[in-house]
């Protein structure tokens, strides 16, 4: 296990002096959980879907900095993040990512790449099979977006890759959007979740060896439970099984 005490101390002074602008962002104990796992993964790249702010964009991109430190990644260590929008969806005077580029000395803010307006679906313009070994999703909460997140991202992450969601308990804390609770939940897998919130808001997978095998435990879990967001047809034909019924 590897002694975390000076990186935590560190995600406490960035959590501390985020901007004043921020909303959205993922909460102190989720960046200390997120920053603890991506260290102890130690991935050279580490993959986000839903940019929003980019206070978590830092938050990885400082794991990867201290891995590094420690020696545990080299030092080409990179954060790979999309977003579906261009523009931070709470002001759109700021482009998504922003925190994470006033937050970061340029030193490593460019160990960064956003792509944007871009969504799961174009990891494959990035990443070959087998190639992502972290991944966190904080993108659209509805069911079923976290799943078809994970389906877009199946083929291109490593057998026993570790996947953070976030918002796996959104509607205890009194939001809409079960998407990421139905996922982490239903999902037959090894798991932990965050420490120190009354209620834990986000979690770890492991893949299994044969993740093949979970694409359809991942289809059964999108097509089983109530829809709670829009997803186009040509969403839904890239990442379902021909003869689902996708709900609205
Ligand atoms: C809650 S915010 C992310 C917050 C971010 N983790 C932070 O700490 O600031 C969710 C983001 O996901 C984006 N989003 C929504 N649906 C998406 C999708 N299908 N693919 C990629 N990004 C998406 C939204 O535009 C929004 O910026």
């Avoid at 239903?186 to 986000?202: A, F, H, I, R």
Wanted: charged share 25%; with cysteine; net charge negative.
């Amino acid at each position: 296990m590897t002694d975390l005490t000076e990186g935590l101390a560190l995600v406490r002074a960035y959590h501390e002096s985020r901007p004043s602008w921020l909303v959205g962002n993922i909460g102190y104990h989720d960046a200390r959980f997120l920053f603890t796992r991506a260290v102890e993964a130690r991935p050279s790249v580490a993959v986000e879907i839903g940019t929003g702010s980019g206070f978590s964009t830092g938050v990885l991109c400082s794991a990867l900095a201290y891995a590094h430190e420690l020696g545990l990644v080299g030092s080409d260590f990179e954060v790979v993040t999309y977003d579906v929008s261009e523009r931070f969806y709470h002001d759109p005077s700021r482009a998504v990512g922003d925190a994470a580029r006033e937050q970061l000395p340029e030193a490593l803010s460019r160990h960064i790449t956003f792509y944007s307006p871009a969504t799961a679906l174009h990891l494959g313009e990035r990443f070959g099979d087998d190639e992502i070994e972290f991944l966190f999703i904080d993108a659209n909460h509805g069911h079923p977006w976290p799943t078809l997140d994970l389906l877009a991202a199946l083929s291109h992450l490593r057998p026993r890759a570790e996947v953070v969601l976030h918002d796996i308990n959104l509607p205890s804390l009194g939001y809409a959007g079960a998407g990421a609770k139905v996922l982490f939940d239903c999902l037959p897998v090894e798991k932990e979740v965050s420490t120190g919130d009354e209620v834990p808001n986000t979690g770890s997978l492991r893949l299994p060896e044969d993740k093949e095998g979970l694409r359809e435990e991942l289809w059964r879990i999108a097509l089983t439970h109530p829809w709670e967001a829009h997803v186009a047809d040509s969403v839904k034909a890239v990442l379902l099984p021909q003869s689902a019924e996708g709900e609205e």
